[in-house]
Structures are given as structure tokens and as C-alpha cells.
């Protein structure tokens, strides 16, 4: 099992252009959580998708939107690109029902120019 | 709303001595605490959470509701210990939704 993957590992952008982000989870899981790091910050969530539906969402504007797909696999995406948005994008996936430990991947790092 | 706080950005201690990762939380329901741990160029990842009530890799952390804190504490660092620690809190009802403090970079030196 390779675990949570994310792709693709390194982006830059232009401001204002759109970005989208992939995520596969590890085996088994069913729930996918996005997550923003900032440089010198912690991971701030983003949202969540359970059966292709955004379960719950963090305090992001709408530029930031996502989907779900059947095999659980997941996208991020973002419009109208600000500077702000430079971070680490971190995707992480769950099993849905009782204490399950989240997995993390290693991130997309994104840079606006 | 729900709060992590971590209020040491560095920390630095020699091998062999104990350490003390403090983590402070706000949150009114029951919540579920945990330490993720990064070592250089690896991935995020579970240290232990409170539910568990082990010990890994030497550290240990118990939950105090009355001081709504959650320490991580190590009787003798060791230079493999050097990593950047987050405490991260998730609600009773946030489906796992979780959030996490700022970090605390240990170095440990030899």
C-alpha cells in the first residue's frame, strides 16, 4: 500500500490563474480532508469529502471548492489564485466509524507568482 | 470554536535530558487529543492520541481537562527525536475534522 498520494508535488502559478490539486487515498479509507499549511504555521483545514459529498468545511473562501470520486479519490481545486494562497496543500484520509488515526501525504507545494 | 495552542515555537535540549512539549486547548465539549510528529523531508504522522493511553517511541501524554492541556513529555530525548511536533484536537462531533497548533521544532542535541 503506498499510502496517501498527492500529486503533483511541486506547482507554480500565475495570480489569478486556477489550480487543481489530486489526492489518492490509502487503501481502504473512505474519507479524504484537505488541509492548508502556511510556511512557520500549522495545517488548517480546508474541508471534507465522505461519499463524494463535502461533508464539512473550514473557514475558506469559495475559490476553494473540491470533489470526490467514486474510488474515493479526490481533487482541490482553486480559482482565481491570490500570493496568499502559497502554502503546502496536505491531503489526508480516513475510515469513517470509530477511532480511526488520519494518514497524511506528503503534500503539494504550491507558489503563486 | 476550537483552539490549539502550542506556546513554544523552538525548543532545545541535550541527549539524555528530559523534554516537555506543552500544548494548551479550548474546546467545550469532550474532545479527542492528539501529537503528529514530521521528521526532516518525511510526511506527517500520527505520534499517539489520548484515547490510546500508550507510550511510543518513549513519549507519553496524558489529557488534563481541568488545565485543558495535553503535554507531550520524554524522560530522555534522543537525537533521532529532532522533528517539528503538532497537537491537534478533534471534536466529538467533527468526523475527524481536526485542528492543530502551530508546532514546536525539538532539537535535540548531542
Known amino acids: 500500500d503506498a499510502g496517501v498520494t498527492q500529486s503533483p508535488t511541486h506547482l507554480i502559478k500565475t495570480r489569478g490563474q486556477q489550480v487543481t490539486l489530486r489526492c489518492s487515498p490509502k487503501?481502504?479509507?473512505?474519507?479524504v480532508s484537505w488541509y492548508q499549511q502556511a510556511l512557520g504555521q500549522g495545517p488548517q483545514f480546508i474541508f471534507q469529502?465522505?461519499?463524494?459529498?463535502?461533508?464539512q468545511r473550514g473557514n475558506f473562501p469559495d475559490r476553494f471548492s473540491g470533489h470526490q470520486f467514486p474510488n474515493y479519490s479526490s481533487e482541490l481545486n482553486v480559482n482565481a489564485l491570490l500570493l496568499g494562497d502559497s502554502a503546502l496543500y496536505l491531503c489526508?484520509?480516513?475510515?469513517?466509524?470509530?477511532?480511526?488515526?488520519?494518514?497524511f501525504g506528503q503534500g503539494t507545494r504550491l507558489t503563486v507568482v | 470554536a476550537q483552539r490549539v495552542t502550542q506556546p513554544e515555537k523552538l525548543l532545545s535540549v541535550f541527549k539524555g535530558a528530559p523534554v516537555e512539549l506543552k500544548c494548551n486547548y479550548s474546546y467545550s465539549g469532550s474532545p479527542e487529543l492528539f501529537w503528529y510528529v514530521q521528521y526532516s523531508r518525511q510526511r506527517l504522522q500520527l505520534l499517539l492520541r489520548h484515547i490510546s493511553r500508550e507510550s511510543i517511541k518513549g513519549f507519553t501524554a496524558d489529557l488534563n481537562k481541568g488545565e485543558t492541556s495535553f503535554h507531550l513529555k520524554k524522560p530522555f530525548a534522543q537525537e533521532e527525536d529532532s522533528a517539528m511536533y503538532y497537537c491537534?484536537?478533534?471534536?466529538?462531533?467533527?468526523?475527524?475534522?481536526?485542528?492543530f497548533g502551530q508546532g514546536t521544532i525539538l532539537t535535540v542535541h548531542p
Open positions: 491537534a484536537l478533534a471534536g466529538g462531533t467533527s468526523y475527524g475534522k481536526l485542528t
Open positions: 489526508a484520509s480516513s475510515q469513517t466509524g470509530g477511532n480511526t488515526e488520519a494518514f
Open positions: 469529502y465522505y461519499e463524494e459529498e463535502e461533508r
Open positions: 487503501s481502504g479509507h473512505d474519507t
